[in-house]
Nanobody, 123 residues
Framework: QLSLVESGGGTVQPGGSLRLSCQAS????????VAWFRQAPGKEREGVSC????????TYQDIVKGRFTISRDRATNTVYLQMNSLKPEDTAVYYC????????????????WGQGTQVTVSS
C-alpha cells in the first residue's frame, strides 16, 4: 500500500520552531516532487513549499520564504519541513503530497497525500 505519513506537528509560541517529517511507505519518493500544503479552518488548502524529484530544487511561497526550509533525505525516504520564526497565521493542518513530474502548487496535481499534522502557533 502506497502512503505518506506526516509527523512533527504540535503547539508552539510565536517565534518558535517545528520540524515536520513526511515519510513514504510502499514507494520511493526519490523521483517524486514533494510539496507541503496547509489548510486553516475556513480557508482553502495552499501550497507553501516544494522540492523536485530530479535535483532537489526547492521553491517557497512568499508567505514562508526565509522562515521555512524544505529538504529531502533519500536514504530514509523522508522529506522535511523546518519551520522557524513561526507566526499565529501559520496555524493550520499541514499536509505533504507527492507527484511525478515538476513541482506545482495546485492540490489537484498531486497523486499521493498524507493524513495531515496539526500545527498551532499561540501564546
Amino acid at each position: 500500500q502506497l502512503s505518506l505519513v506526516e509527523s512533527g506537528g504540535g503547539t508552539v509560541q510565536p517565534g518558535g520552531s517545528l520540524r515536520l517529517s513526511c515519510q513514504a511507505s510502499g514507494f520511493t519518493l526519490n523521483m517524486y516532487a514533494v510539496a507541503w500544503f496547509r489548510q486553516a479552518p475556513g480557508k482553502e488548502r495552499e501550497g507553501v513549499s516544494c522540492i523536485t524529484g530530479t535535483d532537489d530544487t526547492t521553491t517557497y511561497q512568499d508567505i514562508v520564504k526565509g522562515r521555512f526550509t524544505i529538504s529531502r533525505d533519500r536514504a530514509t525516504n523522508t522529506v522535511y519541513l523546518q519551520m522557524n520564526s513561526l507566526k499565529p497565521e501559520d496555524t493550520a493542518v499541514y499536509y505533504c503530497a507527492a507527484r511525478r513530474g515538476v513541482h506545482a502548487y495546485t492540490p489537484a496535481a498531486y497523486d499521493y497525500w498524507g493524513q495531515g499534522t496539526q500545527v498551532t502557533v499561540s501564546s
